[in-house]
């Protein structure tokens, strides 16, 4: 439904606003977006880990590992102060690209 280049630009906006929420999964990341977007934003996984890799190496969000009993590990991400930070910028840019669309 959307270009690849739009989803591509709004991919880590996505990701660091449900990780502002709490902390998530991988998996859960994916099934979120595409649930609250009404199943018009898709994610595969092999192009979702690399995402949540980068963001991780810039020290926007944290992963710790959590094993619970029954289920296999799992890397949990939240969001550091900085990512809270990049996320605020990000909005705005987005709100500010929005208005000015809208205005043509």
Known sequence: MFSPELKKGSTEMLILS????????????????????GGRLTFALPTLYPTLLRLENRGWIKGRWVEKAGERERC???????????????RATWKEYVAAVNAV
């Open 76 to 90: 949990f991400y939240r969001l550091t102060p900085e990512g809270r930070r990049v996320l605020a910028q990000q």
């Open 18 to 37: 449900l990780v502002d929420a709490r902390p998530r999964h991988g998996y859960e990341i994916g099934k979120l977006i595409e649930a609250r977007s």
